[in-house]
C-alpha cells in the first residue's frame, strides 16, 4: 500500500507544479524568474515591469522563446545601481 501512496503523492506534486507554471505562481526562490514570478519578487504590476522594460536603463531581461526571463542577481544588481 506504500507504493501506492508514493505515487499518488508523486503524481499530486506533478500536478501542483504544472498547475503553478500555468498560473504563473513559480516560487520566487531560483535564479530565473518569469514575469509573474519577477513582479511578485518586486511587490509590482505587470504594467510597471514593461515600463522597466521599456526604460533607457531598464531591467535587466532576456526574451527566450517569447518569453520575458529575469535572473535575480543581474535585478538585485540594477536595483542597487538605481
Same mark, same amino acid.
Given at each position: =500500500?506504500?507504493? *501506492?501512496?508514493?505515487?499518488?503523492?508523486?503524481?499530486?506534486?506533478? +500536478?501542483?507544479?504544472? %498547475?503553478?507554471?500555468?498560473?504563473? =505562481?513559480?516560487? *520566487?526562490?531560483?535564479?530565473?524568474?518569469?514575469?509573474?514570478?519577477? +513582479?511578485?519578487?518586486? %511587490?509590482?504590476?505587470?504594467?510597471?515591469?514593461?515600463?522597466?522594460?521599456?526604460?533607457?536603463?531598464?531591467?535587466?531581461?532576456?526574451?527566450?522563446?517569447?518569453?520575458?526571463?529575469?535572473?535575480?542577481?543581474?535585478?538585485?544588481?540594477?536595483?542597487?545601481?538605481?
Amino acid at each position: =500500500m506504500a507504493g *501506492v501512496e508514493e505515487r499518488v503523492k508523486g503524481y499530486f506534486k506533478e +500536478c501542483m507544479e504544472a %498547475n503553478e507554471e500555468v498560473m504563473g =505562481m513559480r516560487e *520566487v526562490s531560483g535564479p530565473y524568474l518569469d514575469s509573474n514570478g519577477i +513582479c511578485k519578487y518586486l %511587490n509590482k504590476s505587470i504594467a510597471t515591469l514593461y515600463r522597466f522594460l521599456r526604460m533607457r536603463n531598464g531591467i535587466p531581461a532576456h526574451r527566450i522563446r517569447g518569453r520575458w526571463l529575469f535572473i535575480r542577481e543581474e535585478v538585485d544588481e540594477w536595483i542597487k545601481n538605481r
